[in-house]
């Protein structure tokens, strides 16, 4: 999904335009058509992965992320949804001469989102930053693993790399949690090599780590609450941008009961078909990872919404992946979790109930929609 | 009630002239008043907008003492802010300067479009076109964002190129796009990210201050306590309300001035409207005679006058109103433009329109008509029939008014100068004296109009007989001239004061520039404020100052530095072969320049009068070291600057601030070289980087320049008010001329020709000017006096001497014998031709 969220962070930056633009306009893909810049390397080939290492930033390519998202839950049951992102954006090739020698001249740009889902108050809250990579206001690096924007970061523990800290605050609410990153990366697509597109050629390399343990407090008006769950990071470098006729996508992340863990994106066409590079991978509780094609996963939507912007949205599904089995029906927590940055879009946490292979089974995670229009 | 209301209307019917003059004079005593409050609300308006424009949606801003700050604090803040429960901290970096862009300088801001607060960036990041500009604004050199008026004026394109002249150097840009129309205050402005500005301003790893965004309530105040905790000493958190008020400060002195002038001209407007008013009620006392003769009752035709006065009162006012937001229009220009010669620049795009001062002026206008015709009202209805009828009678009663007014006067001045006495530093009590000094000319102008009328009737009597039995009849008509004389002499006394005010502080002005601008040549580093490209380092001082033909000179550093007071301007000051003999002293003497080079501080009138410091007092202010006592050695004069300024040695300032910078230069020549020549040499020896350089003579012409054209709304306003107390006049005279028709039928009929009446109407009206000049003249002076040693003492602390010119009294003399000619003109044409039976038969 390397493009999806590259479109994002090139949205924003656009948008950083519009600033007093009361609503942004639906995400236009169309203008970034294009190959990868030169000067920027290609994701081309499957390639070993090194972590460490891979946390941390890709200088060479042109954009990379960092990307949380999760569900926790209070002693007395009261839930919450987080999704927290860092975006880096490259302007310019790694070897571009800056025209100047001010500490503020960048190369890179970094974005981050910040949303609270509060189902109990019935609040969504999103919150964003954008800043230059320049004077550590903000960056990326792997040892010991931090990404930070301002004074938004997840940085590791010190003395325990695989513990770390995420730390973001905005409109009355603040978010201090501790994740456990000692699980094994899920490789996405072919052993990490994710092809979105043949027109023009584009991939990213992609991983996951599904199941991040949390434990933390999520301070709301001033009050704390500790709270237990578990997240979802993903993360994706390269250089490519959308294929012609690509609109947007739906991309689903669910951590199921029984130790599984599903994620598809369904990557949309202009003409309202699926894309055939749609894709996603199911693990196993045992860790063993199945790919999964376009063909073997279907979405079936059951509603729609209207967001404050006048957005329509889906907002209940059927995922079926029948070789597994497997069948969830899929339902927000909260139908308005619209992010109100620039660009808007849908990211929000989601209940999953359904079976596999005749078995109960119930899950949570998120889904995110990018790319819907205005409601005419 | 029918038939009473049919007589009124068929009154004013057959009165149609009368209705008129009524409404005139109330329209224009309202527009009057609304005129001067608008010009003056719009440019204070136009003032906050840019000062928001400036500020945005920065609550705060951190600044440091000696001028910048280190960016490492800015990151800092970003990325530890203070915690205070949860309340976010939002901080954004800015770097200010100057910017010339062919002959317009502009004034250039490095923003962070990331963080950005402050609205002139936030129009910028608005105005930017998309991805790709984004990407450029921090890739590509030069890019730069420029409001559409100066692009408009240097006929740029987007996307065309442009060279700038920034801090001494020449550097390419691309204008990327425009910072919109609609962003008021966004004038004269270029905004380029910050990199490009450090880079071009020549600063690395400096910034200007930091704008920074609390949030209100309780969660706010505790950041704010968390934020300055953790910020050094030198470093200054303002709240931007506070530094705007502060800034605001400077203008109150010129709204001051307008204000007194809006005073003025809502009391000329009350008298004239009392005068139009009045006359119509008195013009009828015979209908209401008859009327009350016939049988209708006091409250019935006090009711019915009240009525039409309200009605008239409602209509005059309104269209008083409208009249009032056109000339404000007009004036407003005016306005701005005496704030940006004195202040900062504010391009006055919309006219504010305070409804408070409309509510006032409508109030007034509908009170003072309301009291116009209640007066003589109560009369007319308070009077048995047949005495009513009697016009000697009514001419009786306003003579005994006028004579009780002249005690009243005497009170009314005891007061004024009662009000000064018990008040050291009020405003408001000099505003009240001037007030009430007003009224009591007003108050005693109709008793002086009969006495002299008499005196001059009696004067002439082997002379001319129309003369003497017109100037007799200007005694004995009070009921009709006095208000109106009253008027022009409260019109004539304020512009007598205020003329001999403005030329008496002109003349100081000039005396202290001659003082002080003692060097031939002055020289500083173009640019219109103070930024780094302004100043001259050390070794561009040694440079210039060691050419040959300069005897000597003198160095000033000026800035603007912090003080628990706010900011206050610092003239650090190395003086030139003179020493302190360019200063005049209001306090302190020889010793006061000894301690001035052992540290001591010198401070200007205004400074003194704001801070209440003198002489054996202390001042701190903010050095890099955090805050500094400095002992106060004197007081000199200073009125080039209103708000006041501290004069120190320039060592003095060197040991706290570590900066040897130098703002300006006064250069003294060797006898037997030109100032041209010395001038060209240093031009020369500068280049090329450019010079400003200026001779004594022309700074003194350019300081008298700015201050004629910063009273050139004060002039517009006397003459609106002396016109407005013109009108007052015709209406009078002309109401007058109506309502004696017989007598002067009478005396045509007697053999007095048709040239003759008019003349006599003429000389009956310049008589009438001339009385109220002549009760001017002493008022004037005495408001003159109030005006300088009261209101601008008490409004800005300067010590004006003040000076008698003839000036001014030629100019009210002319204008009063004007007003009364004009007034005249129309009044005189009509009685001459007025058909002899008819006005024999009205009666």
Request: net charge neutral; proline share 5%.
């Amino acid at each position: 999904m390397n493009v999806r969220r590259a479109v994002i962070a090139l949205a924003a930056l656009a948008a950083l335009a519009a600033a007093a633009a009361s609503a942004a306009p639906p995400l236009e893909v169309a203008p970034l058509l294009g190959p990868a810049p030169a000067g920027f390397a290609a994701a081309e080939a499957p390639r070993e992965f090194q972590f460490p290492d891979d946390h941390g930033p890709h200088p060479d390519f042109r954009q990379e992320w960092w990307y949380f998202t999760g569900n926790l839950e209070a002693a007395d049951g009261e839930r919450f949804g987080f999704e927290f992102t860092v975006f880096r954006f490259a302007l310019a090739p790694p070897g571009a001469r800056p025209p100047g020698d001010s500490a503020w001249r960048a190369r890179e740009v970094y974005m981050a989102h910040l949303a609270v889902t509060d189902p109990a108050r019935g609040r969504f809250m999103s919150s964003e930053r954008l800043e230059r990579a320049a004077l550590d206001l903000a960056g990326a690096r792997a040892r010991p693993f931090a990404v930070w924007v301002d004074d938004w970061s997840v940085r590791a523990v010190e003395d325990v790399p695989s513990s770390w800290l995420l730390r973001a605050q905005a409109d009355g609410y603040a978010l201090e949690l501790e994740l456990d990153a000692s699980g094994t990366p899920v490789l996405n697509g072919e052993h990490g090599l994710s092809v979105k597109s043949d027109t023009p050629p584009s991939a990213s390399y992609y991983y996951s780590l599904p199941r991040l343990g949390v434990r933390g407090r999520v301070i709301r008006g001033g009050q704390a609450r500790e709270v237990t769950g578990l997240a979802w990071f993903d993360r994706e470098w390269g250089s490519g941008v959308l294929g012609r006729g690509q609109v947007g996508w739906d991309w689903f992340a669910l951590q199921l009961q029984d130790g599984s863990a599903l994620m598809y994106y369904a990557l949309r066409d202009r003409d309202g078909t699926r894309d055939s590079h749609s894709a996603g991978t199911f693990v196993e509780p045992s860790g063993e990872t199945r790919p999964l094609g376009a063909g073997e996963v279907e979405v079936e939507v059951r509603d729609h919404y209207v967001a404050r912007s006048g957005t329509r949205y889906p907002s209940a599904w059927t995922v079926r992946v029948p070789h597994l089995g497997l069948e969830l029906a899929v339902r927000p927590v909260l139908a308005d979790q619209e992010l109100t940055t620039r660009p808007r879009y849908w990211e929000g946490a989601v209940d999953a109930t359904g079976s596999r292979a005749g078995a109960k089974l119930r899950g949570r995670g998120y889904v995110e929609l990018v790319g819907y229009g205005a409601e005419r | 009630m029918r038939l009473l209301e049919a007589a009124t209307l068929r009154h004013l019917a057959r009165h149609r002239a009368q209705l008129a003059l009524a409404l005139l004079g109330l329209t224009l005593g309202v527009g009057t008043i609304v005129a001067v409050n608008l010009a003056t609300a719009s440019a204070q308006a136009a003032f906050e907008r840019s000062l928001r424009t400036v500020n945005g949606a920065a609550t705060h801003q951190l600044s440091a003492a000696g001028g910048d700050l280190p960016e490492s604090l800015y990151v800092a803040l970003a990325t530890h802010p203070p915690a205070a429960g949860g309340t976010p901290l939002r901080v954004s970096p800015v770097i200010e300067g100057y910017a010339q862009a062919g002959n317009r300088v502009l004034r250039l801001i490095g923003s962070d479009p990331f963080s950005a607060l402050s609205g002139a960036a936030e129009a910028a990041a608005a105005a930017g076109p998309g991805a790709q500009a984004a990407g450029d604004w921090l890739t590509k050199g030069g890019t730069v964002l420029m409001d559409a008026a100066s692009a408009r004026a240097l006929g740029l394109k987007v996307g065309q190129s442009l060279e700038l002249r920034v801090a001494g150097h020449t550097v390419p840009a691309e204008l990327a796009g425009f910072i919109g129309e609609d962003a008021p205050g966004a004038e004269a402005l270029l905004v380029t990210d910050i990199a490009q500005a450090q880079e071009w301003l020549g600063m690395p790893g400096r910034i200007s201050r930091i704008d920074a965004r609390l949030p209100e309530g309780p969660g706010g105040a505790a950041l704010e306590q968390a934020l300055r905790a953790q910020l050094p000493a030198s470093v200054q958190l303002v709240a931007t309300r506070a530094r705007a008020r502060e800034t605001f400060a400077m203008t109150d002195a010129f709204t001051t001035n307008l204000h007194a002038m809006s005073l003025l001209a809502l009391l000329v407007g009350m008298f004239l409207i009392y005068g139009a008013v009045s006359f119509g009620v008195l013009q009828r006392r015979t209908t209401l005679a008859v009327l009350r003769a016939l049988g209708a009752r006091r409250g019935e035709i006090l009711g019915l006058i009240l009525k039409e006065a309200a009605l008239l009162g409602v209509g005059g006012a309104l269209l008083g109103v409208l009249a009032g937001i056109a000339i404000g229009h007009a004036l407003v220009g005016l306005v701005a433009r005496t704030i940006n010669d004195l202040y900062f620049q504010v391009a006055v795009t919309e006219v504010t329109v305070p409804v408070a001062t409309l509510v006032v002026a409508f109030a007034a206008g509908l009170a003072t008509a309301l009291l116009a015709a209640l007066v003589p009202a109560l009369e007319v209805a308070g009077a048995p029939p047949n005495l009513a009828l009697s016009r000697a009678v009514l001419e009786a009663r306003a003579r005994r008014i006028a004579r009780a007014l002249v005690p009243l006067s005497v009170g009314l001045v005891l007061a004024a100068a009662l009000a000064v006495l018990a008040s050291s530093r009020s405003l408001l009590a000099g505003f009240l004296a001037l007030f009430l000094l007003l009224i009591a000319v007003a108050a005693l102008t109709p008793a002086f109009l009969e006495a002299v009328a008499r005196l001059a009737a009696r004067a002439l009597g082997g002379g001319s007989t129309v003369l003497r039995l017109g100037l007799a009849d200007v005694g004995r008509s009070l009921s009709r001239t006095g208000v109106a004389c009253a008027a022009l002499g409260m019109a004539l006394a304020a512009m007598i004061g205020v003329a001999l005010m403005v030329g008496s502080f002109r003349a100081s002005l000039a005396t202290w520039l001659e003082r002080t601008l003692q060097a031939d040549l002055y020289v500083s580093a173009p640019g219109p404020l103070e930024d780094a490209g302004r100043l001259f380092m050390p070794g561009r001082v040694r440079e210039l100052t060691t050419l040959p033909g300069i005897a000597a000179h003198s160095e000033a550093r000026r800035l603007r530095v912090d003080s628990p007071q706010g900011e206050i301007d610092l003239n650090a000051l190395r003086l030139g072969p003179r020493g302190g003999a360019t200063f005049t002293l209001a306090q302190g003497g020889a010793p006061a320049w000894a301690a001035f080079e052992h540290g001591a501080v010198l401070i200007s009138e205004p400074l003194a009068w704001r801070l209440k410091r003198g002489m054996g007092g202390t001042l701190a202010l903010v050095t890099p070291q955090g805050l500094t006592e400095f002992p106060v050695a004197g007081v000199y004069r200073e009125y080039g600057n209103e708000r006041g300024e501290i004069l120190m040695a320039l060592r003095t300032y060197r040991e706290h601030w570590h900066d040897d910078a130098v703002s300006g230069l006064g250069i003294y020549l060797a006898p037997g070289h030109s100032a041209e020549a010395v001038a060209q040499e240093l031009r020369a020896q500068a280049a090329p980087d450019p010079l400003y350089i200026r001779s004594n003579a022309q700074i003194r012409a350019l300081s008298l320049s700015i201050f004629d054209r910063t009273f050139v709304i004060t002039r517009v306003l006397y003459f609106l008010a002396a016109g407005v107390a013109a009108l007052g006049l015709v209406s009078a005279l002309l109401a007058w001329e109506l309502s004696r028709a017989r007598e002067l039928a009478l005396l045509r009929t007697l053999g007095i020709t048709p040239a003759g009446t008019a003349l006599m109407v003429l000389a009956q009206s310049l008589f009438m000017g001339l009385a109220a000049f002549v009760v001017a003249v002493p008022a004037g002076l005495v408001t003159a006096w109030v005006l300088t040693a009261v209101i601008n003492r008490r409004a800005f602390g300067w010590h004006i001497d003040l000076e008698v010119q003839s000036a001014g009294f030629a100019t009210a003399l002319v204008l009063a014998l004007l007003a009364a000619l004009t007034a005249a003109l129309y009044p005189a044409w009509r009685a001459a031709r007025a058909p002899l039976t008819a006005a024999l038969r009205t009666e």
